[in-house]
T-cell receptor, first 110, second 114 residues
Framework: QQPVQSPQAVILREGEDAVINCSSS?????VHWYRQKHGEAPVFLMI?????EQKGHEKISASFNEKKQQSSLYLTASQLSYSGTYFC???????????FGSGTQLTVLP | GAGVSQSPSNKVTEKGKDVELRCDPI?????LYWYRQSLGQGLEFLIY????????KSGLPSDRFSAERTGGSVSTLTIQRTQQEDSAVYLC????????????FGDGTRLSIL
């Protein structure tokens, strides 16, 4: 079952912060985050394993609440290069492959 | 090679024709995935290969779609009797193994059915 991402789209100015959420109806073992720029392949950002850990990548970090089956991606002091579509991918405990959400389109304006 | 390689990058064909899409994964990656991405949409899982295990075909939309992976490396996705709704970008990804490893994507094949 496909995880639900919100918001579907967000527009912000350079330097502003944004949060993208991903929730699942299934118990999760891990959550992946990827970014896809227009016309390009998705690029891996980070994986969070169950345990509620938080990880960071430059000024992009994420959390994973195993009990709520939710993950959030935090973009701090956004840069123009952050523009793109962000996908979460979830791995339920018994699954062998990812199920991706429908994506969140992020646009950073100067 | 340095990354996942897919060919062709673009394919235009007539409705009813068969097409073959190729994926060459990163050397040493035992897991290989095929996804379909329609315009402005998310990533739809098609099929997953892991080592010598039986592939997970649960995402294939119809029996016109099939895939094989020879020698644990190169994979071919075949679509028979193509339909206009098959038009999409077909992405291949590979990873070191389990679902908890990062997936590395190729640039995709843009398939257009006339």
């Amino acid at each position: 079952q496909q995880p639900v991402q919100s918001p579907q789209a967000v527009i912000l100015r350079e330097g502003e912060d944004a949060v993208i959420n991903c929730s699942s109806s299934k118990a999760l073992y891990s959550v992946h985050w990827y970014r896809q720029k227009h016309g390009e392949a998705p690029v891996f950002l980070m994986i969070l394993l169950k345990g509620g850990e938080q990880k960071g990548h430059e000024k992009i970090s994420a959390s994973f609440n195993e009990k709520k089956q939710q993950s959030s991606l935090y973009l701090t002091a956004s840069q123009l290069s952050y523009s793109g579509t962000y996908f979460c991918g979830t791995v339920p405990g018994s699954a062998r492959q990812l199920t991706f959400g429908s994506g969140t389109q992020l646009t950073v304006l100067p | 090679g340095a990354g996942v390689s897919q060919s062709p990058s673009n394919k235009v064909t007539e409705k009813g024709k068969d097409v073959e899409l190729r994926c060459d994964p990163i050397s040493g990656h035992t897991a290989l995935y095929w996804y379909r991405q329609s315009l402005g949409q998310g990533l739809e899982f098609l099929i997953y290969f892991q080592g010598n295990s039986a592939p997970d075909k649960s995402g294939l939309p119809s029996d016109r779609f099939s895939a094989e992976r020879t020698g644990g490396s190169v994979s071919t996705l075949t679509i028979q009797r193509t339909q206009q709704e098959d038009s999409a970008v077909y992405l291949c990804a590979s990873s070191l193994g389990t679902a908890n490893q990062p997936q590395h994507f190729g640039d995709g094949t843009r398939l257009s059915i006339l």
